[in-house]
């Protein structure tokens, strides 16, 4: 179980490194494209590396749909200090 958590964790930080741009940006459409399981993994790797208990899988599911959905806009998550936020095509996790 332990082999496969820290496998789970190398395919979330590679799928981080590619999401981003040339400047560092986090974009939305990179993202996307990783399918829900990939990109709920890549969700619960951002709130273990910041300290935060993930939400509920229902709640992962949302904020993964919501990512995946060109059109959604402003604040994707909130908890405590921590926010998603959406600007486009550019994504932004704020503390």
Do not use: T
Not at 23 to 46: D, E, I, V
């Amino acid at each position: 179980a332990q082999e496969a958590a820290g496998l789970l964790d190398e395919l979330a930080a590679a799928d981080d490194q590619e999401a981003r741009d040339e400047r560092g940006r986090l974009r939305r459409s990179q993202l996307a494209k990783l399918g829900q399981p990939r990109l709920r993994n890549w969700l619960l790797w951002n709130f273990v590396r910041r300290g935060m208990p993930p939400p509920a899988q229902r709640h992962l599911g949302e904020i993964a749909r919501q990512i995946a959905a060109a059109s959604a806009a402003g604040r994707l998550f909130a908890r405590g200090q921590l926010q998603l936020v959406a600007r486009g095509d550019v994504l932004h996790w704020q503390e």
